[in-house]
């Protein structure tokens, strides 16, 4: 069960995006819409995806027109088929033509998300934990990672707060890998440690400190196999870099616990959805 995001993670982003699509209105309708004319639309998945953001597609017709009328057929989570309807709304034309393309801006790209997630998911076939980066739209982190657990996936870090990640820069600025990962020992208090590795002998390095997870970037799969023998269990491994859907079945193999990709969040296709609209 998805846990639901709370309306305040994405109502004001509801309210900038409509600000700046509507403008001071929508003059399309006003000189071609009867005024006081109702309608009935469909959401409709114009290929099969993986719903996320419904909640949020239904906040962006409430706060055009609180009097319109958001049915959801297929909630957050659900992979729907071609030409499934995922929700109808019920409402004046007008109200229903102004809040259609910011809605369906929000599904698109949040179902783009979670179907790419579900991809990488089904190909893991449960032998690795695929995980998201801080590779995120500006502004739509919150959404973007909910929608990554939409699909499927797991969580990485939220904010640079969450946990301590020690990076290519951070071992130049620290004098290298294993006194960085020290010092993170010494200062993590109670944060999560987890220290990114180049090759096999910064892993042996890394190893002697007794950080909990070790992050392989870029390595070839025999040099991941390599790894997790040296390891042997006295630490988790995830594997970043240059990870594609096809190589998924073959890292779920190597014995790490972890794959972490940027791709996710940072070049997931939008998902094809239309609004069809008729009088009632």
Request: some cysteine.
């Amino acid at each position: 069960m998805i846990e639901a995001l709370p309306p305040e993670a994405y109502r004001d982003l509801v309210v900038t995006a409509l600000a700046e699509d509507r403008g001071n209105g929508d003059a399309t309708s006003a000189a071609t819409i009867p005024h006081g004319i109702r309608a009935r639309g469909v959401i409709v998945a114009k290929s099969p995806l993986v719903v996320a953001g419904i909640d949020v597609a239904a906040e962006t017709f409430r706060q055009v027109d609180s009097a319109c009328v958001f049915e959801i057929r297929w909630g957050d989570g659900s992979r729907v088929e071609a030409g499934e309807i995922v929700a109808t709304v019920r409402g004046l034309a007008a109200s229903l033509l102004a809040a259609e393309r910011t809605a369906l801006n929000f599904l698109q790209r949040l179902c783009g998300v979670a179907t790419l997630t579900s991809q990488f998911v089904d190909a893991a076939r449960g032998r690795i934990t695929i995980l998201d980066t801080r590779k995120t739209t500006p502004g739509f982190r919150v959404l973007e990672k909910y929608a990554v657990r939409c699909g499927g996936g797991t969580n990485h870090r939220h904010r640079l707060d969450d946990g301590i990640l020690i990076k290519d820069n951070h071992k130049r600025l620290a004098g290298g890998v294993g006194k960085a990962a020290a010092s993170a020992l010494r200062e993590a208090r109670g944060l999560p440690v987890v220290v990114e590795v180049e090759n096999l002998d910064e892993l042996d390095e890394v190893l002697q400190t007794g950080v909990p997870r070790i992050l392989l970037d870029n390595f070839t799969t025999y040099d991941i196999r390599e790894a997790v023998r040296r390891v042997n269990g006295r630490a988790e491994l995830e594997i970043s870099g240059g990870v594609t859907l096809d190589r998924i079945p073959e890292l779920a193999t190597t014995g790490a616990q972890y794959v972490s990709i940027g791709a996710l969040t940072h070049s997931a296709p939008a998902a094809d959805l239309s609004f069809e609209l008729e009088p009632e």
